[in-house]
C-alpha cells in the first residue's frame, strides 16, 4: 500500500529530526539531569550531575536545575523504559562501552568550571537521543499535523517551508522546551477556536505548557482576553482546567523553594552568572517580573534587534515569516489575526527585558519559536489567493529559508556573552540601546563552518569513525585531541539523505510542473 503524501512529509520530518539530532550544551544537559535524578534517584537534586551544566540553580547548599520540570516529566517514561531493556543487555557489551570519565573537557564560566564528557557511554548517549525523539521531534510533527488538519488540508507542500525553512527545525532536534510547550499552546488554542464548549482541555493545555516553559504566560496574557467571549459562560470549567496543569509546578516549585510561586530559576548560580539578579521577596512588580527574568524596562532597540537585525533577528534568520505579515494584512478583519499580531507585539516587548535576549549559544532567536505555528496559519490560508508573482517570491524566499536552516546545522555562537563575566558584553550593552549592528553570524560565522563541513549531523558523522552517539560535541570547535570528530568531508551528512529524493519523485514531478506554470 502506498502512503498518503501527507503521511510520506510527516514520517520525512520525524527522521530528519533524528537524524539530525544535536544538542548545544547546558540547556539540554540541565533537562537531562533533572530527568536523571528524577529516574535515579527520585530527587529534584541534581548534585551529583552539577558539574555537567551551568544552566543551575544553588539552594541551601544544595544544586538543581533551572529549567521547568515538564519536559523531564514528559521524557521520563522513554528513559525509564530504556534503562529497563539496557538491563538485559550482555554485561561484557555494558563494561565494553560504559561512561569514561578520564575523556572530559574543562570550561570555564565566570569563577566556577563545568565539564563536557566526551565519551558518555552507550547508555547515556542513546538515553539522550530517546529522549530527545519521544519530546522535541514528535511534538515538532505533531504541530505540523494539527496545522495540516486544522488550516491547510490543500497545498501540503506549504509545510516544508513551515518545518524546514524556520528555526522549527533547528529546535526539534533539541531536548530545549520551545517545541513542546509550543505543541500545547496550538493544542490549546484549536481546541477553543474549533469548539468554544472544549475550555476545560483548552486551558489545562494551556498550563502545561506553561508546566514545560514559564514563558508560555505570556502567551495567557494573549489568550485570556481572546477566550474572554467563551470564558464568561465556562470561568469555573477553564479556571479548573488552569489550575489542574499548574498544580504539578506549584508542588515542584514548593519542594525546592519553600514557595509554590517562587520558581527555582531565581537563585541561579551566581559564580558562573556573576551578573545575575538576587531575588528578596514580593515587594514590587519588578521582583514578580524577575521570576520570569524579565529584570529591565522594554527596549524599542532591542524589540527591533529581536524582530529585524541580522544578530538573531527572528525574520532575518526565517524571512518567510515575512509572507505572514503580508497576510495579516489580508485578513485584518478576523479576530485571531488580531491574536497573532498581538503575540507578535508582546513577545518582543517582554524579551527585551531579558539580559540575554538573545538566549544564549543558540541559532536564531529561540524565545520566538512558539509564534512560528501561529504565523504561519495566515500564509496557509491566504496562500491561494497570492498574486502570481507574489507566489514566485514565496518559493523563492522559501528556498532561501531552508537554505539559512541548514546553515544552522552547526556550531552555535554566542559572542555576546563574556563567560568570565557571567553576563552581556560591556561593549554590546551600550551598543544595543542603538540602531548600530552588532554582529552577522550567518556570513561571518556560520557560512564558513558551512563551507568546511556542510550540514552536520552527529549519527551520521560518528557513525562513520565508529564512535558512540555524543550529542555534545557541537558547542565549540572539538577540544584539542578529539579532532576525529570531525568529519572526513564536508557535506557527507547529506549523503544517506538521498533516497528521499526517490521517496518523493512523484511529488517533485508535480512541483517542478507547477513551479514552471507560475
Known sequence: MELKPHHKIFITFFLLSTYFINWYGWNEISHFVLLK????????????????TGDRVKIKGHYYSDKEPGLAFLASPSYTLFKLLYQLFPEDFKDRYSF???????????????????????????????????????FSCLVSYLLYKRFLR????????????TIWFIYSIRFMNHITSSFFLLLSFTLL????????????????????DRSSILFFLVFLPYAL??????????????MLGLIPLMLYNFFITSHPFIFPSTYVDVGIFREAYKFSRFSSLDEWLRLFHFEKRPNLFVMLRILFYPYRGFFFYSPVLLFSLYCCWKERGRRDTLFFLTLLLIYP??????KTWWGGACFG??????LIPFLFIPIFRSYQK???????????????????????????????FDRMKGGVRQEWEVKQNSLEPFADPLTGFYWPQFLSYGPRSRLFEEFLVGHVFNPNILILPEPKGYEEFTPYKPFSSLIPLIPLIFTFRKELRSVIRWVKRL
Not at 467571549?229 to 488552569?242: D, E, I, T
Request: without cysteine.
Open 229 to 242: 467571549p467563551y470564558f464568561r459562560k465556562n470561568v469555573v470549567v477553564a479556571s479548573l482546567g488552569f
Open 100 to 138: 569514561n570519565p578520564d575523556k572530559y573537557w574543562g570550561f570555564a564560566a565566570g569563577t566556577e568550571r563545568t565539564i563536557f564528557y566526551l565519551d558518555l557511554g552507550f547508555f547515556d548517549s542513546y538515553a539522550r537521543i530517546l529522549v530527545t525523539i519521544s519530546t522535541s521531534v514528535l
Open 193 to 212: 477556536s474549533k469548539n468554544s464548549k472544549k475550555m476545560f482541555l483548552s486551558f489545562l493545555f494551556l498550563s502545561l505548557s506553561i508546566l514545560v
Open 37 to 52: 535524578s528524577i529516574v535515579e534517584t527520585a530527587s529534584f537534586r541534581i548534585d551529583d550531575y552539577a558539574e555537567h
Open 386 to 416: 497570492f498574486p502570481r508573482n507574489l507566489k514566485k517570491m514565496f518559493v523563492i524566499v522559501s528556498l532561501l529559508s531552508i537554505f539559512i536552516t541548514f546553515m544552522g546545522l552547526n556550531y552555535a555562537e554566542n559572542v555576546a
Open 154 to 165: 490543500k497545498k501540503i507542500f506549504l509545510l516544508f517551508p513551515f518545518y524546514l525553512g
Open 349 to 354: 516587548l517582554f524579551i527585551s527585558m531579558r
Open 365 to 370: 532567536e529561540r524565545y520566538m519559536v512558539p
